[in-house]
Each structure stands twice: as structure tokens, then as C-alpha cells.
């Protein structure tokens, strides 16, 4: 029987978020590789899935990606699940996808949750073209990233930690300018789900005094200026 890696969207707040088709899979397979055992034990035991378990992250992943896709090579059913949404999408999935590839292994990836979809639909900001950004370089070719998204047409979308947003905000208010709308998707799909949408300058405003807990996904108007209308 040949191998095959899945990889398995996990929900990013809500368990029941799960689809019949990943809980299958899950259950089938032979191994789970998981971004933390801890938190995918937790979506394992809320569905009795008693698949074993072996750790996969952005620390171990150079290590072990080829002796992974080289026993899915063998024949091994392996699903890889990160903590939260879709592995490869900001999370480890990447470099054993590309092993698998490489290797002519089967790779099938079950579509499902991943945060920026729900947050750029519900902020009410135009979805028909976007540029997912994920996370923004820390230093190095930051301002320089900042100034060339601030004339993309697209909307943009960009992940942050809550400790980092206030500071974000700012720099995207100097960047893109601070009339320019946007909107701060917080706890997608989760119980305290938030999504506020107004200026960057006010939502920097917003956010110096209040500062919030939990996932963070900013969307950003575009650039209208070139933007096309019919």
C-alpha cells in the first residue's frame, strides 16, 4: 500500500470547526505529526482519536522533514496538523510537503480553517483581490515592506501578536496613512471574536489604551488610488 502525507486543517478557536472528513483521516492514519502534542491532544481527545503522536515544529523540522517523507516513501500514512488552522499557511507544513514532492510522494491537503479567510470576509473590506502577507519581517526590510504593501491595490492582510500590534499600527498609520480604513480581527471563530473596523489612525489610537489579548489578524484597504471602477 502506498504512503501518502495529508495535510489536516485544525480549527483556530472553535473545536466544532472540525470537518467529518479530517476527523476521519486523523483517526486513520498511522502517525499525527503535531506543532505541539499538548494542544493537538487536546482536539484528539475532544474527537476519541487515539493515533499516536510525534512532535513537528519550526525547530526540529530541518532534522526531521526527509526521514519523515522518507517513511511515508515506505509506505506510512502520515497526517500533519499545526496548533491551529492550516500547516504551512504562518506554521511548519512547508518543508515536509516539499520532501514529499521531491520524493514523488502523494500529498493531500484537506481544505479548512485558516484565520485570514473569516477575517478578511467579515471586515468588510473589499475580498475580491487580497495579498496574505502573514507575519512582517521584525527588523530588516520592514519599513521598506511597509511602503511597497501601502501602494498595492489589493487589500492586505497581515498577522501580528497582541504584544506588537499598538506598535504595528502605528507604523502602518505612517506607512499607508492614517485615514486609510482597516479592520483588527481578533479570536476568529472563538468565543470573544472581534472585529473592529475603522481607520488606522483611530485603531492605533484604540489600541495604545487597550491593549488585547489573543490572535491577531489586521486587514488593510487598498490602495484606491489605483484601483480600477466600472
Known sequence: MSGRLYIVPTPVGNLEDMTFRAVRVLKEVDVI????????????????????????????????CRRWAERVEAGEKVALVSDAGTP????????LSRECRRLG???????????FVPALVASGLPCDRFVFEGFLPLKK?????????????????????????????????????????????REISKLHETINRDTIGNLADFYQLNQPKGEIVIVLCGNQRDRTHD
Open 33 to 64: 505529526l503535531a506543532e505541539d502534542t499538548r494542544t493537538t491532544g487536546v482536539l484528539l481527545k475532544h474527537y476519541d482519536i487515539h493515533t499516536p503522536m510525534q512532535s513537528h515544529h519550526k525547530f526540529n523540522e530541518h532534522e526531521t
Open 88 to 95: 504551512g499557511i504562518s506554521d511548519p507544513g512547508f518543508m
Open 141 to 185: 526590510g520592514r519599513a521598506t515592506r511597509l511602503r511597497e504593501l501601502a501602494e498595492d491595490p489589493r487589500s492586505v492582510i497581515i498577522y501580528e501578536s497582541p504584544l506588537r500590534l499598538p506598535r504595528t499600527l502605528r507604523q502602518l498609520a505612517e506607512a499607508f496613512g492614517a485615514e486609510r480604513e482597516a479592520a483588527v480581527c
Open 105 to 115: 510522494v502523494d500529498v493531500e491537503c484537506l481544505p479548512g480553517a485558516t484565520a
